[in-house]
């Protein structure tokens, strides 16, 4: 593979898939600035005429839908060159990866590589307050959860369990990432009534049914993507008690149907998902819908609050 692109878009592509394993099929970058780049990330950077002269195929490491992509995707399609759009494309057609796993892998790894800095003013009490101030939206559908055995999905490094550990008897965090629950594990050391699960980003298939009596999430789901909130409501539904409540914070933004965690034209990183389409999937894995209130965050009216119970 030669990656067309040594800038922003190509770093992140090239680190992006040194985290799933395949760097080392990208054999070097072409760039107009080859002559003063010369290397990049540690592979050698050369221009479009001596690239061509290697035979091997292209994949796009700028933005699509900018200019520049269609100038290279023009010179690529004049040329008879194989080449791949973008590092999705290549990810799909040659390593047999569906978008949603593509998707949710690039949610997991940019949670792990960039976040440090969002962890890090997330627990600035005045973002904490915007969830668990007495007037919040989140705190007052909160109050309705009965946190006898309470799981708190997506816990990410645990900012939000000091809110509720006194009321709480039992607490489970679920995360993606085990390096989330390792900070969590330190965090909370001693605390004997939190468990901790990694799970795969889709389902809950190492928690018991019936088990729990509230499931909760915030400020996480909202970059899920669609068919996997459709799976967690699936799960949760399976593993709360009859009567049991479980509280989502998930975007509204439907105003593009290509919207995903690291799309370009959705704000905040938010997923296609809405008000109405939450309330359907919710319906049809069996939830009564309690309450949704939609709420505004970066932008108008972008996410919704839904309370659901298990009848």
Partial sequence: MIIYGAGKIAKENFAFISYLGFDSEVNLFCDIRAKDLKNFLGKRVVDYKEARKLNDYFVIGVQKGTQNHDEISNVLEKNNEKYYDDIFSWLSETKGMNRNDIYRDYCAYYHVHEMDSYFEKSEYEKNLNVFWNSNSVFYKLFCKLDLTSVVELACGRGRHVPYYYDKAKQIMLVDILEQN?????????????????????????????SAYTSLFTYDAMVHFELIDINSYLSETYRILKKGGY???????????????????????????MSKKIFAHLAYRNGFEIVDQVVIDWSASNMDCITLVRKP
């Avoid at 629950?181 to 049914?209: A, P, V």
Wanted: proline content about 2%.
């Fill in 246 to 272: 479980a509280l989502f914070h998930h975007s509204n933004d439907d105003s593009d149907y290509r919207n995903w965690f690291g799309g370009t034209t959705n704000p905040g990183g938010r997923s296609f």
């Fill in 181 to 209: 629950l390792n900070f969590c594990k330190e965090r909370f050391n001693g605390k004997d009534n939190i468990s901790y699960y990694c799970n795969n980003g889709k389902d809950l298939s190492d928690l018991g049914s």
